[in-house]
């Protein structure tokens, strides 16, 4: 807010704006691949009217003493939705209810601790369930290391983790080295491509299980981790069409990394 000389208040509302996003998200691997890869999709579905687009930016943070990350956000957003780190944990969330319920740590906040301290899935999973959380969010959190993907329900009550394959009342019969989040129709549709493309995806089938209409009008962006690789694809809405029918721009983390002088042997020594 100092450096921007904006008022305190209102970066600070900025920075939980996003709990009132709702999104899809699925991860896919093992059977489900070409090689069983693992593929981390997230769509971000928000009103592209108000133009966040125009300040969206893709970060590749380096904290000092605390893993690097690629962020997928936007310029004065401090906190994460979209982010994959240097541990090949890749995290993206999708909103549900309960708005107002923001007595904890938000959404946002927890993406980006997860980024920088975790790395696997089981250090992910224990950040959410014992820190105080909001509203009603699911998540897909992926780890290319060991090929393994989870999906999370959680409110500030309750937590379930949902495996890859696992049914889910909400969601569907299971689907095997899936794991599948959206809702009504866009669920729906989101199921029926990975299972007929079940076997055969890859990078650019990945990218056209997000296409419209699991995408919404109000697109604001994809993105689609390969964490094993520490590649990311991203596409942002324009004005005048969603983040699904714009370009994606490969981002490789690894790459950019080792230009910044950080050797990626010393951003994984964790692994």
């Known amino acids: 807010a100092k450096s921007l000389q904006l008022d305190p208040e209102t970066v600070q509302v900025l920075n939980v704006f996003p709990e009132l996003f709702h999104?899809?998200?699925?991860?896919?691997?093992?059977?489900?691949t070409k090689g069983g890869k693992l593929y981390h999709g997230r769509v971000l579905d928000y009103m592209t009217t108000?133009?966040?687009?125009?300040a969206a930016t893709t970060f590749v943070v380096r904290p000092d003493g605390y893993f690097s990350f690629a962020n997928v956000g936007y310029?004065?957003?401090v906190g994460s939705v979209s982010g994959m780190n240097a541990e090949k944990i890749s995290l993206g969330e999708m909103g549900g209810r309960g708005e107002g319920q923001w007595d904890g740590a938000p959404m946002a906040t927890l993406?980006?601790?997860?980024?920088?301290?975790?790395?696997?899935?089981?250090?992910?999973q224990q950040l959410w369930t014992d820190?105080?959380?909001?509203?009603?969010y699911y998540y897909v959190f992926a780890d290319g290391e060991t090929n393994e993907a989870v999906?999370?329900?959680?409110?500030?009550q309750s937590i379930e983790f949902i495996r890859s394959g696992q049914g889910h009342a909400q969601l569907g019969a299971g689907i095997a080295d899936s794991v599948v989040l959206s809702a009504g129709s866009r669920l729906e549709e989101l199921r029926r491509r990975v299972t007929e493309k079940h076997g055969q995806i890859d990078t650019e089938l990945a990218q056209w299980l997000?296409?419209?209409?699991?995408?919404m009008s109000s697109n604001l962006h994809n993105v689609l981790f390969v964490?094993?690789?520490?590649?990311?694809?991203?596409?942002?809405?324009?004005?005048?069409?969603?983040?699904?029918e714009m370009p994606y721009v490969r981002v490789d983390l690894y790459g950019l990394l080792k230009q910044a002088g950080t050797p990626v042997s010393d951003s994984t020594a964790g692994r």
């Open 23 to 32: 999104c899809s998200g699925f991860a896919v691997f093992g059977s489900a």
């Open 50 to 54: 108000i133009g966040l687009q125009d």
């Open 75 to 77: 310029a004065g957003f």
């Open 111 to 124: 993406m980006r601790r997860a980024l920088e301290e975790c790395d696997t899935l089981a250090e992910v």
């Open 131 to 136: 820190s105080p959380r909001t509203c009603e």
């Open 151 to 156: 999906g999370v329900a959680a409110t500030p």
């Open 210 to 215: 997000m296409s419209r209409p699991v995408a």
């Open 227 to 244: 964490p094993q690789d520490g590649l990311l694809y991203v596409a942002n809405a324009s004005h005048t069409k969603p983040a699904a």
